[in-house]
């Protein structure tokens, strides 16, 4: 008998839910699933088990290799012959491809429609065209359970778009001998022992510019990431230059953070003390990991016009934990940006959005790179729609390295 197949879109789990747990456990009104086993094919799932064998110092998946060692697609591929070891009758799979490369989606997706024959599926998903091909029906939630069950063919989710009103809010700080080219790699080759990361790679960012760099998982984009933001001593063997200076032998890696904004959806793990939306922002003046110095008027009242931009008026006493996801990246990003710095970072700003919550940080994301005078650099493993930059620089992967690419968008 073919089985049944359901879906639930993240945007109505509640923070701190507990329904998938509820579901594990038979505490749930879908009949098909009582007295069945369950597995949780999750992120949450990879990060407990990478806590044991940094803890015990063994591997849990994959003998001989750590799960901090393998791709993004390796951890999920191992993740699933895990899952299928322990005879589960259903696999509730949370957001499984976000973070994989369009071939990485592709190859999980044709193991996954091929398993639903085995076993049944109760995917979470961020945007409808994530929904696996076998989902015949899409749960609706309320108050944390199960409210009914609707069938695919009548499951419509609307194209969303917005606008933020107002002006970004102007620059307190000025930075002097700003040079016209950011950031310039020449001829940058990059090896880890035999194996080639980088080949060749001749890229030139100036100012004002808004790129997007995009290339598949293991491509090469965290190591030029690592080069440009951080201290990856592989930077001082190439020719590298960041605001006009050969990286190793002026500016120390302090004093080019000071230029670089820099986003990463990570960062809010860093953050073990509450902040509210507003010290949030203003620790963006201070590059520190809270605020730990009062804030000038000025810098008051800039944040103040940041929270007034993205219509966070009412929560901005709000502890940042406590907030939307999508509104929760809009807070980092004004965190990012408060100084106007030369150079912005997003690294993948996007990842776990939904639709509605893409269409929030896209919409702030080309307001910066149009009303502002920094440079967007933009990473991402996949083409967003209605992204606006005015170049693509993608990373294709080869036996000897990634190639670089340069696209001018239209």
Known sequence: MKNTHFAIHKSSILPKSKLLNNILNGKHSLQILKAKKGFLFSYSVLEKLMKIEAKHNTNTLIKNRSIRSLSRGEQQKALLNYAMLQKPHFLILDSPFESLDIASVKLLKEKLVKLSSEIII??????KEEILPVISRVLEIENDKIKNQIPIENYHYKNETFIFDGEIPKSIIVYKDIKNTIICFKNVNVFYDKNQVLNSINW????????????PNGSGKSTILSMIYGNNVKAYEQEIY?????????????????????FSPNLLELFHRKQTVKQMILSGFYDSVGLY???STFQKTT???WIQLLNLDSDKNTAVQNISVAN??????????????PLLILDEPLINLDEKGTAIVVALINKIAKESN????????????DLQPDFTYELTPTKNGSLGNVKKDV
């Open 122 to 127: 109760l995917q979470i998903f961020n945007r």
């Open 204 to 215: 030139t960012i100036h100012k004002n510019e808004f790129w997007q760099i995009i290339g």
């Open 242 to 262: 960041l605001f006009g200076k050969k990286k190793g032998t002026g500016e120390s890696v302090w004093e080019i953070k000071r230029k670089i904004g820099y």
């Open 293 to 295: 110095q009062t804030p």
């Open 303 to 305: 944040a103040d016009n």
């Open 328 to 341: 929760q990246r809009l807070v980092l990003i004004a965190r990012a940006m408060i100084k106007h710095p």
């Open 374 to 385: 920094t440079t967007v650099l933009f990473v991402s493993h996949r083409i967003v729609n």
